[in-house]
């Protein structure tokens, strides 16, 4: 099927395509989100395939979707549903789907309970990005390159988007050419064959005739994933869809449902209010979540490696969330599962957690398997083998202890873990270097540095 009339501009794109991906051997790449544009480039890249001879299938098309661990189930879901229906048909074709997540330690999770980050907030204290999509994308694409040489990265921005997209495309267009080389990765270049359709475009190119997608998908169901959100923009020439007559705009984007970035996730704000209510117990724990981050008493005022500082106001800066905040967070979120059924925390990130809190200082070594116990009824696989430092009538001597010389527990309890990681290293250095960072960190000395500032003024 060739395209005419007022789809010509993507046969135009297809017959494009086509050149490019027949100029070389380098494999190609899409990230694909499961929205409306990186739908759009799968179609057309698909479809082109399909019309091409067997023979001319000579190179891999990778369709790569990233699973923050933490995603919208309803777009999570449609997300594993598309990828699975894309290997299906894509064998033929040359094309293998795959999904990546994050490293364990660098989950929401991990990062959130496991070592106490503050939630992410705007403006820039946006840490979640980088660790939960952009490295795990840049991991995969180093891995191609280095099987193949070199990538196509297809990339699906449009500069009807917004502005500050429109500008970044054109500062990287070089005049005269398709593939640009990208800024940050070596031997990846980057074509954007999108960048010219407006939104409008975008809906009615993928609802037209039986609004089917070259894997099967339909596109009607995506359309209405973008139902009932941000209404007061400009709708989408196409109105309505459907039987409710529900009006959209077509722009909305979907992210993680546990996004503090945010002071409302409207995405999920309108599947509840479609009638999603089985998700209001998730939007209730991101508020709460969100509540904690700036609750007195709930952060440390410290930061992670042992600075402390003051705001301009004067007021103690603060830094990771306590031990007992983090245990809380756990102990909601475990009892959140139980309540929906939902799988929210893999069994990986609970191990990682476990070990992090031992590092942390945790004598006993049983917080979080205890906890885990305590609301779920069960026992955690390494339960067995999770035994304390020193016996609890130990511990709490040397709780007594700390109490009755003025010494900080904390203090104690991290430089006995340092003993205890460095005990078999025949190199008596390690300790002394973990001593050394441990008593050196400012927390300890903060008051004794502010005395000594004031005194100087």
């Not at 297809?14 to 990230?31: F, N, S, T």
């Not at 993680?256 to 998700?279: H, M, N, P, Q, Y």
């Not at 290293?425 to 002394?432: A, C, D, L, P, Q």
Request: aromatic residues 10%.
């Amino acid at each position: 099927m060739r395209y005419t009339g007022e789809f010509a501009v993507y046969e135009e794109i297809i017959q494009e395509m086509a050149l490019v991906y027949q100029h070389d051997k380098r494999p190609w790449m899409i990230g694909f989100s499961g929205g409306k544009d990186s739908t759009l480039l799968c179609c057309l890249v698909m479809e082109m395939l399909q019309r091409l001879a067997p023979e001319k299938r000579n190179k891999t098309v990778y369709i790569v979707s990233s699973d923050t661990m933490v995603e919208n189930p309803i777009v999570r879901d449609y997300m594993h549903r598309m990828s699975a229906m894309i290997n299906e048909v894509g064998a033929e074709l040359n094309v293998k789907a795959d999904i990546i997540y994050p490293k364990v330690e660098d989950s929401f999770w991990c990062k959130v309970i496991g070592l106490g980050y503050p939630t992410p907030e705007p403006p820039g204290f946006r840490w979640c990005t980088e660790r939960l999509k952009i490295n795990p994308m840049n991991a995969y694409t180093l891995n191609t390159i280095k099987n193949n040489g070199e990538v196509v990265l297809l990339l699906g921005v449009r500069k009807a988007e917004s502005t500050y997209r429109a500008n970044n495309i054109r500062a990287r267009e070089i005049e005269g050419k398709l593939l640009v080389p990208h800024k940050d990765i070596e031997n990846a270049y980057v074509y954007n064959p999108l960048t010219e359709i407006p939104n409008e475009e975008v809906w009615k190119f993928l609802l037209k005739g039986d609004a089917k997608s070259p894997w099967g998908s339909d596109n009607k169901y995506l359309f209405s994933l973008y139902q009932g959100e941000n209404l007061g923009e400009e709708k989408s020439v196409i109105g309505e869809i459907d039987k409710d007559k529900i009006p959209v705009t077509g722009n909305s984007r979907f992210g993680c449902w546990i996004c503090t970035i945010v002071k409302e996730d409207k995405s999920l704000k309108a599947f509840i209010d479609r009638g999603e209510t089985w998700l209001i117990p998730l939007r209730d724990y991101r508020n709460w979540m969100l509540q904690m981050r700036s609750t007195q008493g709930a952060r440390e005022y410290k930061r992670r490696n042992g600075a402390m500082y003051r705001k301009p106001d004067g007021t103690l800066g603060e830094g990771p969330f306590t031990m007992a905040t983090r245990q809380e967070m756990l102990r909601r979120l475990l009892q959140l599962e139980l309540d929906t059924g939902l799988s929210l925390i893999t069994m990986e990130e609970l191990k990682q957690i476990d070990l992090m809190w031992d590092n942390e200082g945790d004598l006993t070594r049983r917080s979080l398997v205890n906890l885990y116990k305590e609301i779920t009824g069960q026992t955690l696989p390494w339960d067995q083998y999770k035994a304390p430092v020193f016996p609890a009538e130990v511990i709490d001597e040397i709780h007594a202890l700390c109490e009755e010389c003025d010494v900080e527990f904390e203090l104690i309890s991290k430089l006995i873990i340092e003993i205890e990681a460095n005990k078999y290293y025949t190199k008596g250095s390690m300790v002394t270097k973990a001593f050394d960072r441990i008593i050196n960190q400012g927390w300890l000395h903060f008051d004794s540095i502010e005395k000594g500032l004031q005194n100087e003024n």
